[in-house]
Nanobody
Framework: QVQLVESGGGLVQPGGSLRLSCAAT????????MGWYRQAPGKQRELVAR???????NYADSVKGRFTISRDNAKNTVYLQMNSLRPEDTAVYYC???????????????WGQGTQVTVSA
């Protein structure tokens, strides 16, 4: 059983900061990549940021320079530091991990339950 446990969402004023965390737990052989996606009401889910096991990252254009993704490989945990938040960043943020579970031979995608981020005055 593999779970992605998210934390850190909430309400923040424009210009403020939040830090999201996501830990992959369970019988895991290897985590290949972890990332964050978000979905605003009436919109499709979109990639926010992603980091692979070697440390390479990629970001959505809308968050470059404001958000930073990082990872603790020993803890199978990914973080998203969000600065200079804007109202348009309001969404449910979902953690994603591409990993190999004990007993599996290929990598599979797993999703967290989502955490609400609201940016409002």
């Amino acid at each position: 059983q593999v779970q992605l446990v998210e934390s850190g969402g909430g309400l923040v004023q424009p210009g403020g900061s939040l830090r999201l965390s996501c830990a992959a737990t369970g019988s895991i052989v290897r985590v290949n990549a972890m990332g964050w996606y978000r979905q605003a009401p009436g919109k499709q889910r979109e990639l926010v940021a992603r980091i692979i096991s070697g440390g390479s990252t990629n970001y959505a254009d809308s968050v470059k320079g404001r958000f930073t993704i990082s990872r603790d490989n020993a803890k199978n945990t990914v973080y998203l530091q969000m600065n200079s938040l804007r109202p348009e960043d309001t969404a449910v943020y979902y953690c994603n991990a591409a990993l190999i579970r004990v007993g599996d031979f290929t990598s599979r995608n797993y999703w967290g339950q989502g955490t609400q981020v609201t940016v409002s005055a």
